[in-house]
């Protein structure tokens, strides 16, 4: 008898520095084993799809978000890479082209953000409060300067949004940065609601543009 | 003769129907205006200012306002000079 398989594809949720490794976590289009795809010093970590283009649904974004989080919280991993959700390869054999191509800037940007994490900031302004948004821009920058290794601006989409930013942490500072956030909150908690979100992949810190010829 | 007065004469109608023209499609289909309506949908929900029910539908009826955008722009793009 034939059976007939469906074409796997690679999934690909980041790159690490670092060889063989397999995780059982929840992958998307519900995937349940993650492993990498290694050329020399570097690895994709990827999970089997069936398909090049994976839906955008609520579900696939968390599930990609949630591994790239398993894969940052394993202690011998020192940074990952973070891929946007959507990157498929049809076999290893192209993402080994992308590995071999993006080798010296992908390893540059791993050892830029080794040790660190990204927390998002968000501050909304309560409704019919105003406040004097320049003034606490400055305020937040001056306090999680010293905590914190770079920021950067988000788009402030709605009215209400003072402010709108990512953080690229140290691992170490992660206590200090917290206490920071902490009184953010208690200097303004009568005006602005915060939204303090975290860790994540550096997603907002990792400038890539990777040809892939999938 | 009659022909090139003509021209003249319409010319500068056929212009400003087309300014009109692309104006009332940039601001129908705003797809940038919607997908920034999308995130404040979702961030009125997580700081719990709106609640899961209206936040749902809220989303529902957006993100169809976003692919009718999207489909237009594509459909009319080639024909009117729509701005990105």
Redesign the interface.
Known sequence: MTVIMADEHLYTYGVIDGADRELAVDGVAGATRLYTVEYRTLSAVVSDIDTLEPEQTDENLRAHDEALQTIMSDEDIEAVVPMRFGMVFKSARPLKNVLRGSRSVLTRTLNDIEGTVEMGL?L?AE?GVTVDRESVREDVSGRLRGVSVEETEN?L??D??VLNRSYLVERDDREAFDAAIAGIEDEYGGSL?T?YTGPWAPYNFVDLEIGVDR | MTFLLDDVLIKPWISLVKILRSTAIQEAYDVEAIQDDIKENQLLYEIGERPREEYEQRREELELELEVAENARENLSGRVEVKQ
Do not use: A, H, W
């Open positions: 968000k909304v409704e788009g989409f709605s209400r949004l609601i939204q």
